[in-house]
């Protein structure tokens, strides 16, 4: 029997998650973490261990949540460096460094720089990456079956570039400072759904 939580296969027993959630909360309770913040990055912490179970050095780990969910693209200019968080926290800059990478890449945040190379982490689960997939989705969606009708070649370089500056620019989706780093991840995103309807239009079975 499969146990769900949320639609994801837990790595742990709910009353496990639920402990350290709790611990968490005690965590950010003492350090007078801002309950918004707090709340984000205790939900960060359910995803994880839900599927990824306990990690074995707690407070980097809850650290790092928070990390992540302070440097939302939405809080730009944020000038907090990730030595200064570390130091605020009272805990090794590596250890944080290390939670926070294995945060992103089990959880799949993507990362976003601005001019001065800070990172800003995009939650695949919230709202800027669900308009990202939604604008792309439907703007490719158009071209290819304009590409159908026309007979011509759709410039994904062009859409990307429109798509990007709708997105920072009019709809201000996600601030301008990071429009080259969402010009790269809408490039990559169009190329996948291109294929996709390809795929499907040209009568071949899709493997998820």
């Known amino acids: 029997m499969v146990i769900r939580f949320d639609d994801e296969h837990l790595a742990v027993n709910p009353q496990e998650i639920v402990k350290v959630v709790r611990d968490a909360h005690e965590f950010f309770k003492e350090n007078k973490i801002d309950e918004r913040y707090e709340n984000l990055a205790l939900d960060l912490i359910r995803r994880f261990i839900s599927r990824e179970g306990v990690p074995r050095d707690v407070d980097p780990f809850f650290g790092a949540a928070l990390y992540l969910v302070t440097r939302h693209p939405w809080s730009h200019p944020n000038p907090l460096t990730k030595t200064e968080f570390a130091t ?88 301008s400072a990071f429009e080259q780093t969402i010009h790269t991840l809408v490039r990559r995103k169009i190329e996948e759904e291109s294929k996709k309807l390809t795929d499907q239009l040209s009568g071949r079975k899709l493997i998820d």
């Not at 800059?93 to 945040?109: H, Q």
């Open 88 to 175: 605020r926290l009272r805990m090794k800059e590596s250890s944080l460094e290390w939670y926070t990478e294995s945060i992103v890449e089990k959880l799949g945040f993507t990362t976003l720089h601005d001019k001065s190379h800070l990172p800003f982490f995009m939650d695949p689960k919230g709202t800027i990456a669900s308009v990202v997939d939604s604008v792309v989705g439907g703007s490719v969606g158009e071209v290819v079956v304009r590409g159908i009708v026309t007979g011509n070649t759709p410039s994904y370089e062009t859409l990307a570039e429109t798509i990007a500056d709708r997105l920072c620019n009019i709809v201000k989706i996600v601030p």
